[in-house]
């Protein structure tokens, strides 16, 4: 008899709960309706949680840089592209296929750079405060681009898991986002592999607070 809402250890008969497990534990079929909050990135008393909440403060407000250098396409290009995480598997999609934001909506968000003062002068110091100041950008989209910014951790977080766990994996193409460029950059991983959808599993390690 088919499982209900069949999860990764499900699949592979994995003798582990979500309740032994650091991480969020994905669905096979649909998004898992958890979110990643950068705030609490830079509340955490980790240095390492610090250093990741600026690098997505940095590597966003560097998107604003180029908007307000009027190299608005590539930034507005490169918004889209970090507007929706896949791979990690968090978010309101029942079908693990979420939206991207389109271009008009990447420049409402990047205008900031332009029409707030505080914010043309020194960019942001939290990037999650986009979401009170764009309609339409909630906690779900503020979840994946952060997730894309931080995919080089994740994808790390992952592997380590996979191999202290046991979890199969296989060379998978995943795109990261290169905090140093500023670019996507393609990379051969060993990830897990969602049957349903024979595409990689780049960010099982979303941390979940215990």
């Known amino acids: 008899m088919a499982l209900v809402r069949p999860r990764l250890n499900d699949h592979f008969d994995l003798p582990f709960s979500q309740e032994q497990v650091a991480f969020a534990i994905p669905l096979l079929d649909e998004d898992l309706?958890?979110?990643v909050d950068p705030f609490l990135l830079?509340?955490?008393p980790s240095q390492q949680d610090n250093s990741l909440h600026a690098q997505i403060v940095n590597s966003f407000n560097y998107l604003g840089s180029l908007f307000v250098k009027d190299e608005q396409d590539e930034a507005i290009n490169l918004l889209i592209q970090l507007s929706e995480c896949d791979e990690v598997g968090l978010g309101n999609s029942m079908s693990r296929k979420g939206?991207?934001?389109g271009p008009r909506t990447a420049a409402d968000i990047l205008s900031l750079f332009k029409d707030i003062p505080q914010i043309q002068k020194s960019g942001?110091?939290?990037?999650e405060e986009v979401q009170l100041l764009?309609?339409?950008i909630a906690q779900d989209r503020i979840s994946d681009i952060a997730c894309n910014l931080l995919m080089s951790f994740l994808v790390d977080y992952t592997i380590d898991e996979c191999k202290r766990w046991l979890i199969p994996t296989a060379k998978s193409?995943?795109?990261i986002y290169n905090c140093k460029s500023n670019q996507f950059v393609s990379e051969a991983?060993?990830?897990?592999?969602?049957p349903e959808t024979n595409r990689p599993w780049g960010a099982l390690g979303t941390v979940v607070n215990k």
């Open 134 to 136: 764009v309609e339409g």
């Open 189 to 194: 991983v060993d990830l897990p592999v969602n």
């Open 124 to 127: 942001f110091t939290h990037f």
């Open 42 to 44: 830079w509340k955490s």
């Open 173 to 175: 193409q995943v795109n």
């Open 33 to 35: 309706p958890l979110y």
């Open 99 to 101: 939206l991207k934001i």
